[in-house]
């Protein structure tokens, strides 16, 4: 079963407009992960956020926490063709397995 | 590039074949897990091992195995495989519970 539920699940923009991706997860974590996939391949770890951090950045990436709502949103700005690629997040809980949710397929225009 | 490799890159087998899957470890990292990932879905958490020693499954049957090597490599076993079982398999290496890092994948296919 998946924990994490990422929305929308396709998204397209413009390059140079930013992207807001949302996660919602359903148990207590420890931490919140989002990675990045390009083309059905390994997944890049792209930022950590622990359940006590309301917010954290990353060069063009900016990712918030609420506890209480249970999600996160991860914000991508000034988007670039090569963010173009599908975004998940990972939730760590009960048993501290590392539990995915479907994510984010996000498509940059030029 | 994460440090970690797999083999093979991709895998046909027919249905009831078993199939072994290897992952080689980040440098220092001592945790490996594994996971299956089909098409338009998120990865699936199969199992994770730490210091040779299984530390954690998900929902997958038995005929899912695995090990883990003094070196830290590892490996997936897969019995009686099944048309379902085609998937992108991930591994990745960690230093106990700390940031994972993935493995390009193999991508098996069950005829």
């Known amino acids: 079963s998946q924990q994490g539920e990422e929305d929308p699940q396709a998204l397209s923009i413009q390059e140079g407009e930013n992207a807001t991706m949302n996660c919602s997860y359903k148990?207590?974590?420890?931490?919140l992960q989002w990675y990045r996939q390009n083309s059905g391949r390994g997944l890049v770890h792209l930022i950590l956020?622990?359940?006590?951090?309301r917010e954290k950045h990353s060069g063009r990436l900016r990712v918030t926490l609420d506890t209480s709502k249970k999600s996160s949103s991860l914000l991508i700005t000034a988007s670039r063709a090569a963010d173009t690629a599908s975004y998940f997040c990972?939730?760590?809980?009960?048993?501290?397995?590392?539990?995915f949710g479907k994510g984010t397929r996000l498509h940059i225009l030029p | 590039e994460t440090g970690v490799t797999q083999s093979p890159t991709h895998l046909i087998k027919t249905r009831g074949q078993q199939v072994t899957l290897r992952c080689s470890s980040q440098?220092?990292?001592?945790?490996v897990s594994w996971y299956q990932q089909a098409l338009g879905q998120g990865p699936q958490f199969i199992f994770q091992?730490?210091?040779?020693?299984?530390?954690g499954r998900g929902n997958f049957p038995p005929r899912f195995s695995g090990l883990q090597f003094p070196n830290y490599s590892s490996e997936l076993n897969v019995n009686a495989l099944e048309l379902d079982d085609s998937a992108l398999y991930l591994c990745?290496?960690?230093?106990?519970?700390?940031?994972?890092?993935f493995g390009p994948g193999t991508r098996l296919t069950v005829l």
């Open positions: 148990t207590s974590i420890n931490n």
């Open positions: 990745a290496s960690s230093r106990g519970l700390g940031e994972q890092f």
């Open positions: 990972a939730t760590d809980g009960r048993d501290d397995k590392i539990i």
């Open positions: 091992y730490y210091r040779e020693e299984e530390n």
């Open positions: 440098s220092g990292h001592n945790t």
């Open positions: 956020i622990r359940s006590n951090e």
